[in-house]
């Protein structure tokens, strides 16, 4: 007997992630039930969207946006009766009550990795489903005696100066800078009293491989047992749960997704990033051992949820908009055109860009 043939889902995707491979786990979720074709985005650096008209011709079952989202005008244009987003809090965190009101109106379905994204959406009336991801746990753990610190700098926002004040005056082995910031950061290099204080490895030039990492990359990181979190927020956290599961103790701002896997003293730490002060490592050991364990029982859990999240993905929702719904739309859109023009022509009076000259 032939196999019934698979549903097809159209999987629309930031272009940067070409380099981070940080939607591969989701992707393969989805080859489970679906022909998965890719489209990448090019709109968040001043290229092209993708095309509506592109899509539609592919008469995909499903259409998912991976963290980019279109112009409501342009969602507007996406025939498929089952569209579905998948937003990261770091880039949402900021979108008004009106925003999300009128993303109930597009007939989107939201599939949220953040429990405080999930309640925002929930709260506008969106149909939205909350999901919380943990990687395998690999057979290989680190080992711990001294405080050996792992610090990628991505954002300018959490740089050298802020890792400083949060080692203050333990007793460091060593620390790992991995000189690779975001586009359009800019990576803080420690003085030389610094260098020679915190015992400071600067390394640059990684090469990339599947899923943004190396072999080298990961020699780094399992040589290493406390890891400094990349960003004041996160989308998912790949690269913090990526070190939990090592058995690191992960150090990050009490923020969305970090405190939502992470509880203070227990198998990890959490700081105020508006007031840093030191942190005491003295039991960091006791936090990674818990952390390791707190990722094996997730991932039991993240496989459990799976069939529910693929029944989510796999229903239509009906896409009904009166005329009013759709001005009101397209109002929200030049609003959005507004706010990136602005943000373009002042890039630097942002409170985030503010922020970090300060600390700089």
Request: aromatic share 12%.
């Amino acid at each position: 007997m032939t196999p019934p043939s698979k549903k097809r889902l159209a999987f629309i995707d930031h272009s940067f992630h070409k380099v981070t491979r940080s939607s591969d786990f989701f992707l393969e979720v989805l080859n489970r039930d679906y022909e998965v074709t890719i489209f990448f985005d090019d709109g968040w650096k001043g290229g092209l969207e993708v095309d509506p008209h592109t899509v539609n011709a592919g008469k995909f079952d499903t259409v998912l946006f991976w963290q980019v989202l279109p112009f409501a005008r342009n969602v507007m244009r996406f025939s498929c009766n089952n569209l579905i987003w998948v937003p990261m809090y770091d880039s949402e965190w900021q979108r008004s009550n009106v925003g999300w009101r009128a993303l109930r109106l597009l007939g989107l379905k939201v599939i949220c990795f953040s429990k405080t994204l999930y309640e925002i959406t929930q709260h506008a009336g969106i149909r939205s489903f909350q999901v919380q991801y943990f990687p395998e746990v690999p057979k290989e753990t680190v080992s711990y005696g001294r405080p050996r610190v792992f610090f990628w700098q991505r954002v300018d926002e959490i740089g050298w100066p802020l890792v400083k004040r949060i080692l203050g005056e333990n007793d460091i082995e060593k620390t790992v800078l991995r000189d690779d910031p975001d586009p359009n950061h800019v990576f803080t290099e420690p003085d030389p009293e610094d260098t020679a204080r915190f015992h400071v490895e600067v390394v640059r030039n990684l090469k990339l491989a599947g899923g943004g990492k190396s072999d080298e990359y990961m020699r780094l990181l399992s040589n290493c047992n406390v890891f400094i979190a990349t960003r004041l927020r996160e989308g998912i956290g790949l690269s913090f749960l990526e070190a939990m599961a090592l058995g690191m103790c992960v150090v990050a701002p009490d923020a969305p997704t970090m405190n939502e896997y992470i509880s203070t003293e227990e198998d990890g730490f959490l700081f105020d990033p508006e007031q840093v002060s030191a942190i005491d490592l003295a039991r960091f050991a006791d936090c990674g051992r818990r952390a390791r364990a707190r990722v094996a029982k997730g991932r039991e859990q993240w496989e459990t949820a799976l069939p529910a999240m693929l029944e989510f993905v796999s229903t239509p929702v009906q896409r009904r908009r009166s005329y009013w719904d759709t001005i009101r739309l397209l109002l929200w859109d030049l609003a959005r055109h507004a706010k990136l023009a602005i943000d373009k022509r002042f890039p630097h009076t942002s409170p985030a860009h503010v922020r970090a000259a300060e600390k700089r």
